[in-house]
């Protein structure tokens, strides 16, 4: 009996000794197990730092702009430079072209500063014309060459964007003014007997180098639009402020009578497609021998 009631004693002091221990232990150590989180908010926890600490940058046009042309804006110069800025960390840029009929992609030059260049020579037609630039963060052994340049059937941008690349559209209409003739005026009597040959003379935009020409015989009493035969056909180029003017050429084929005077600016794309003739006002004049009144049999004028 008595080795129970010591057994029994010596239980009960057992647990009020490690009761004791945990109270004394829990003072120190107490706050700071109650701010240490779950195993499940930790790990909550430090996924988020990790995506807070690391953002990818969204796919947006405000990191490349197309400085010049600007966008909506109107152009007779069929070469601009086409200007570009963005963020100097982007190490190639190209440019796509929208001919209406494909797209033609350039490679811009850079000055190391973010800034972007391309000579548009060659790569616009008359009418709207829409331009891309996408600037793009290339390893420095994946980095296509400068001077390539491709043609894809379709536009493209990349479906997902991490930051490495970023774009900017713009378009512009290219006006081409049509030309004009200034000498001579509509309804003139142009003397053409012994040494005189008419001088036609006239103004294009200075953007473009060569007017086309034509003056054609007209038959008699017919009307203007039956042409007798073909008297000039030929391109004359502008003096590099826009004028021209052509002397016509002498010879027995120069005769009296009506003339049609025809006069359009060729535009020709430098890449092969298409040609297109912007026409100026066609006017009709009379050839006539010196002074006299116009002579309207198919005889020459004597010398």
């Known amino acids: 009996m008595p080795t129970e009631g010591y057994y029994g004693q010596a239980v009960s002091f057992s647990l009020r000794s490690l009761l004791a221990v945990i109270s004394l232990a829990w003072i120190p150590f107490g706050p700071l197990l109650l701010q240490f989180p779950s195993n499940s908010y930790a790990g909550t926890s430090s996924v988020h730092l990790q995506a807070s600490s690391v953002q990818a940058l969204p796919p947006s046009s405000s990191n490349i702009e197309i400085t010049s042309p600007k966008n909506g804006s109107t152009t007779t110069n069929p070469y601009p430079i086409l200007r570009a800025s ?7 840029v190209v440019v796509f072209v929208n001919n209406q009929t494909d797209y033609q992609s350039y490679s811009a030059k850079a000055d190391g500063n973010g800034h972007w260049s391309l ?11 829409n331009v891309t630039t996408i600037a793009t963060l290339y390893p420095s052994n994946l980095k296509p060459s400068l001077n390539s340049n491709s ?20 378009h512009f209409e290219l006006v081409v003014p049509p030309p004009v003739i200034t000498n001579p005026a509509e309804g003139d009597k142009v003397p053409i007997g012994g040494v005189l040959r008419p001088i036609i003379t006239g103004t294009v935009d200075a953007h ?7 003056v054609n015989m007209l038959s008699a009493n017919t009307g203007v639009n039956q042409t007798v035969g073909e008297y000039y056909n030929d391109s004359i180029p502008q003096n590099g402020t826009g004028y021209w003017s052509i002397k016509l050429p002498g010879g027995d084929s120069l005769r009296p009578g009506t003339q049609k005077i025809t006069v359009w600016t060729p535009y ?9 003739n912007i026409f100026g006002k066609t006017i009709f004049v ?15 004028c004597s010398n």
């Not at 963005?86 to 190639?92: K, S």
């Not at 000579?119 to 014309?129: A, F, K, Q, V």
């Not at 009379?286 to 020459?300: I, T």
Request: net charge neutral; aromatic share 14%; with cysteine.
């Open 208 to 214: 473009y180098v060569y007017v086309g020409l034509s």
């Open 119 to 129: 000579d548009m020579t060659g790569l616009l037609l008359p009418g709207r014309n």
């Open 86 to 92: 963005t963020d100097a960390r982007y190490n190639y």
């Open 268 to 276: 020709v794309n430098l890449i092969g497609e298409p040609t297109l």
């Open 151 to 170: 043609t894809i059937p379709g536009f493209y941008l990349p479906s997902n964007n991490n930051g490495s690349w970023v774009n900017s559209k713009i």
């Open 286 to 300: 009379a050839f006539v021998c010196n002074d006299r009144s116009v002579v309207m049999q198919s005889h020459f």
